[in-house]
Every structure is written in structure tokens, then in C-alpha cells.
Antibody, heavy 119, light 107 residues
Framework: QVQLVQSGAEVKKPGASVKVSCKASGYTFTSYDINWVRQATGQGLEWMGWMNPNSGNTGYAQKFQGRVTMTRNTSISTAYMELSSLRSEDTAVYYC????????????WGQGTLVTVSS | EIVLTQSPATLSLSPGERATLSCRASQSVSSYLAWYQQKPGQAPRLLIY???NRATGIPARFSGSGSGTDFTLTISSLEPEDFAVYYCQQRSNWPETFGQGTKLEIK
């Protein structure tokens, strides 16, 4: 069965960086794009960007341009999202999600990774 | 970017009742709209894609309709497990955007 398993919770100081991993199993990792979406506590969903695991091509929401980097390691079917220059407003649960075969919608999600930014 | 406005913000109903949730786009998204359900402490789950197609394993009581700028998610007869937050999402234009959510609570 398709699974996306994310790394554990992180606590970071303002100005630091965080790197969240997302290990895929149950399907061919390079055949489906990966989206990253975040959700602040009690708030809605915010799309951050996408990555094509086959080519490594990425696209980032303008809000995160210059601060976010999405990469992958195809040998271990793992995607990564690194966010730099963290501030308190970046405190949120970060999700990776597989984009379905249509290329439009996310059909499987990771369990989420809580990133807390606090001095 | 396209703004999705969901209404109402909160909907209070009883099990067995019919739920109607709305999502309005600031410009046409054709039929490139999805609905997700999210329960506390869980990741979102895809319910409806392309405005009206149920995702795999989604019960028939969930249905979606609409095109262009106005969309509706209908739950024909609420089950206890349906009380959650529902989000719409558009994939017509870059960047993809979500609505702010509708909380469906037990009356």
C-alpha cells in the first residue's frame, strides 16, 4: 500500500533552517510528483511547492521563493523540504503529499511533521 | 492568485441530516476543483476531484457539483464520522490554492 512516512518533530530557533524528510513506499517513487503543504495550528492549508522526483524539477509558491528547497534521493525513495531563515510564523505542521496520476490532485499524504520555531 | 471562499465557516447539523458546503472561486477554475476532509490530528483526505468525481473508497453519500466559480459538496445523510473540517482546492491556475475550510460540527 502507498505510504509516505515523514521525519519527526523539530524545534528550531529563529533564523535557523529545518529539513523534513518524506519516505515513500508502495509505489514507484519517480512516477509521481510530490507536493509540500503546511498548516499552522488551527489554520487552513497552505501549498508551498512541488517536486518531480524523476527530473528533480521544482516549483515554489512565491511566498517561499528564496527560502525553500525541495530535493530528493531516488535511491532511497525519499523527498526533502528544507526551509531556511525560520521565523515564529513558520511554526506549523508540514505535510508531503503524492500528486495523483492526473497530475492535479494529492491522493496520499504523509502523517505530518510539526516544526516549532521558538527562541 | 485565485482565492477560494468557503461558506459557511461552521455548519451545525445532526447525524442523518443533509449537509451542503459551498466553495466560490474568485475566477473560473473550470472543473479543476477538489474537496478534502480533515479530522483532528490527521492529514487531509481526498474526497472529490474534478469537481464531481469521488476518489477511491469514498462513500456514495459524498457528492460534488459545480463548474466555473461555484461549487458544492453535498453529504446526503451525515454519519458520525463525517464531522470534520472540509477544504476545497483549485488546480486550475498557479499557484494551487485552498479555501479556508468549513467546520462541520455536531448539533
Amino acid at each position: 500500500q502507498v505510504q509516505l512516512v515523514q521525519s519527526g518533530a523539530e524545534v528550531k530557533k529563529p533564523g535557523a533552517s529545518v529539513k523534513v524528510s518524506c519516505k515513500a513506499s508502495g509505489y514507484t517513487f519517480t512516477s509521481y510528483d510530490i507536493n509540500w503543504v503546511r498548516q499552522a495550528t488551527g489554520q487552513g492549508l497552505e501549498w508551498m511547492g512541488w517536486m518531480n522526483p524523476n527530473s528533480g524539477n521544482t516549483g515554489y509558491a512565491q511566498k517561499f521563493q528564496g527560502r525553500v528547497t525541495m530535493t530528493r534521493n531516488t535511491s532511497i525513495s525519499t523527498a526533502y523540504m528544507e526551509l531556511s531563515s525560520l521565523r515564529s510564523e513558520d511554526t506549523a505542521v508540514y505535510y508531503c503529499a503524492r500528486v495523483d496520476s492526473s497530475g492535479y490532485y494529492t491522493d496520499y499524504w504523509g502523517q505530518g511533521t510539526l516544526v516549532t520555531v521558538s527562541s | 492568485e485565485i482565492v477560494l471562499t468557503q461558506s459557511p465557516a461552521t455548519l451545525s447539523l445532526s447525524p442523518g441530516e443533509r449537509a451542503t458546503l459551498s466553495c466560490r472561486a474568485s475566477q473560473s477554475v473550470s472543473s479543476y476543483l477538489a474537496w478534502y476532509q480533515q479530522k483532528p490530528g490527521q492529514a487531509p483526505r481526498l474526497l472529490i476531484y474534478d469537481a464531481s468525481n469521488r476518489a477511491t473508497g469514498i462513500p456514495a453519500r459524498f457528492s460534488g457539483s459545480g463548474s466555473g466559480t461555484d461549487f458544492t459538496l453535498t453529504i446526503s445523510s451525515l454519519e458520525p464520522e463525517d464531522f470534520a473540517v472540509y477544504y476545497c482546492q483549485q488546480r486550475s491556475n498557479w499557484p494551487e490554492t485552498f479555501g479556508q475550510g468549513t467546520k462541520l460540527e455536531i448539533k
